[in-house]
T-cell receptor, first 115, second 113 residues
Framework: DTGVSQDPRHKITKRGQNVTFRCDPI?????LYWYRQTLGQGPEFLTY????????KSRLLSDRFSAERPKGSFSTLEIQRTEQGDSAMYLC?????????????FGPGTRLTVT | QKEVEQNSGPLSVPEGAIASLNCTYS??????FFWYRQYSGKSPELIMF????GDKEDGRFTAQLNKASQYVSLLIRDSQPSDSATYLC?????????????FGSGTRLSIRP
C-alpha cells in the first residue's frame, strides 16, 4: 500500500500525559499537512511542511502542540499535557511536489481520546 | 461569518435523482475550490476541483462555481446508495501561499433506495 499511513490508529491517554503521532506520506510527495477533526466538523488545518521546513502553523496550535519533519520524509505531531478538549481525530495529508498542493491525500487518521 | 459554510443536512435524495450540495465562502481572493467526500469513519478523499467560473463535469459529478456570488456547488446525477457520505467543501484562502485549505463542516447526504 503506497498511501499515507499514520500510527497509532487509536490512542487513549489520561489528561496531562504527552502523546506523539507519526505520519508517513506518499513517498514522492514533499508537502505534508496535519489537521484535526471533531465530530460533525470538517478538518481544521494545524500545520504544513514543505520538505523539512514548517511553513505555516495555525493559531489553533497552542504551545502544547509541536510538529516536526526532520528529514523531509515522515512527520511527528506531539501534544504535551493533554487536555480533554484535545480529543479528536488527527489527520495527516500529503500532496505532490508538482501542482498547487491543494490536491491532498489523507491518511486514515489517529483517533485520540483523553480521559 | 464562517469562512466556508455548508448546510449540515442530512440531505435525503431518492436513488437515481440529482443531489445538489451547496457551499458559500467569504474570501473573495480565493481562486480554487475543492469537494472532498468522507464516508463514515473514513478519511476525506478528493473528488472534484474547480478553478474557473461555470461548470466542470466529471462522470456523474458536476461542480459549479460563481465567484461573483461566492458560491460553489456539487451536483451528483443518478445518485447511488454508495454516494451516501459527508461532502466537504474546501477553499484555500486567497492570502495563503502555503497550500492551507479551509474546510466547511460538511453536508451529510443520504441516498434512499
Amino acid at each position: 500500500d503506497t498511501g499515507v499511513s499514520q500510527d497509532p490508529r487509536h490512542k487513549i491517554t489520561k489528561r496531562g500525559q504527552n502523546v506523539t503521532f507519526r505520519c508517513d506520506p506518499i513517498s514522492e510527495h514533499n508537502r505534508l499537512y496535519w489537521y484535526r477533526q471533531t465530530l460533525g466538523q470538517g478538518p481544521e488545518f494545524l500545520t504544513y511542511f514543505q520538505n523539512e521546513a514548517q511553513l505555516e502553523k495555525s493559531r489553533l496550535l497552542s504551545d502544547r502542540f509541536s510538529a516536526e519533519r526532520p528529514k523531509g520524509s515522515f512527520s511527528t505531531l506531539e501534544i504535551q499535557r493533554t487536555e480533554q478538549g484535545d480529543s479528536a481525530m488527527y489527520l495527516c495529508a500529503s500532496s505532490p511536489t508538482s501542482g498547487s498542493g491543494y490536491e491532498q491525500y489523507f491518511g486514515p487518521g489517529t483517533r485520540l481520546t483523553v480521559t | 461569518q464562517k469562512e466556508v459554510e455548508q448546510n449540515s443536512g442530512p440531505l435525503s435524495v431518492p436513488e437515481g435523482a440529482i443531489a445538489s450540495l451547496n457551499c458559500t465562502y467569504s474570501d473573495r481572493g480565493s481562486q480554487s475550490f475543492f469537494w472532498y467526500r468522507q464516508y463514515s469513519g473514513k478519511s476525506p478523499e478528493l473528488i472534484m476541483f474547480i478553478y474557473s467560473n461555470g461548470d466542470k463535469e466529471d462522470g456523474r459529478f458536476t461542480a459549479q462555481l460563481n465567484k461573483a456570488s461566492q458560491y460553489v456547488s456539487l451536483l451528483i446525477r443518478d445518485s447511488q446508495p454508495s454516494d451516501s457520505a459527508t461532502y466537504l467543501c474546501a477553499v484555500p484562502p486567497g492570502y495563503s501561499s502555503a497550500s492551507k485549505i479551509i474546510f466547511g463542516s460538511g453536508t451529510r447526504l443520504s441516498i434512499r433506495p
